[in-house]
């Protein structure tokens, strides 16, 4: 029977999870999940044998069988992605292990390198398919039909409302209280104590220029929770149907915040459903927004604004994981370059143009 445990492995991996939480790494218990599945997989092509056996042929042989291992989704190969990412979390558990005293001269950390994929098999993990997009005017008219009646349709329609005018991420929207939402200054306030953002960031996030349909409906729906529900500065914005003895409620509402996403992605499925919209998810709408910002924004202090108000450090990261242009936008560009007349080199237009530059300049020589 082949071996399915080895107990010092276990041990020594139980101090590298612990580290990998509690260091300054401060990975998340879903990436530390990704990492231990990473390393039994390394773990069951050697038969479980010790660490300390480590060599490049055990490196090299591990990197072939991933790259050649069937994948049970696809019914191909393992995608390069996936590879890329065992390959990467199982080198960095193995530099970890090389600086541990009882392993120190027997894991050669020359030696780990020759888990690196090469650069062709890095850029294939690396390309990715554009994500798809809606123009906000598409959403806003899925927003405007839906019901308006009970206090579940009410919510339903303010959330879609509220995703539209912030972009915020579905976990973060959800997490909102009251007390997060300005409404005289047409902003929301996500504060990391209490509001599930990324990486805990804190975030002042203003309305975007939406169709005022969204406003009029959050602004009219977080009245009626204050004046009518009787809800607390400390009560959820989009709380849950109401539970009781029966089944739930499908027209009230509790005071209690939803544990997870999924209902919230199902009103938002279903709501662009009704107007022949498929395959979208909540997150889609950021991209939609950045999309809107190539027409509303003249200036790069409009850009970054912009950026900043979806939460983003850097305008970079704004262009290159939001900001796709499609083919045929593309094409449509360049092909307005043949139809127009030189652009003056001190047009408003132009000096936009050499700001973003010099800003897509100092970006690529910092990563150099």
Known sequence: MMRQYNAKNERIKYHYFDWLEHSKKGYKLTTIRSVRESLYRFDLFTGFKGYEHFNKDIAKAFKKQLLNTPSQQTGGVLSKSYVLQVSKYTMGFLEWLCLQPSYKGKVRYHEIEYLSLSREDKAIAA?????????????????????????????NKAL???????????????????KHIDMSDRCIHQHPNAVRTKNRKRIRTYFFPIDNVCFESINSYVE???????????????????????PVSVTELDNVHWKSTGSARNIIKKALAS????????????????????KKCRTPEQFKAWSAN?????????????????????GDIMKEFSDSKETNSNSDEAIVLKQIAS???????NDV
Request: with cysteine.
């Open 160 to 178: 879609m409302s509220l995703l539209s005018l912030t972009g915020a991420r579905i976990n973060a929207l959800i997490s909102l209280k009251l």
């Open 224 to 246: 009626f929770l204050i004046r009518e529900k009787g809800f607390s500065s400390d009560d959820p914005i989009f709380p849950r149907n109401k539970v009781g003895e029966s």
């Open 275 to 294: 107007v022949g919209i498929q395959g979208y998810c909540p997150h889609s709408f950021r991209n939609s927004l950045v999309q809107l910002a190539y």
């Open 127 to 155: 390309a990715t398919t554009p994500r798809r997009w809606i123009a906000t005017d598409q959403i806003v008219n899925a927003i405007k039909p839906m019901p308006y009646g009970t206090p579940v349709e009410k919510r």
């Open 310 to 330: 979806l939460g983003h450090k850097n305008v970079i990261t704004t262009f290159s994981s939001y900001g796709h242009i499609d083919e045929f936008k593309q």
């Open 359 to 365: 800003i897509l300049i100092q970006k690529e020589y």
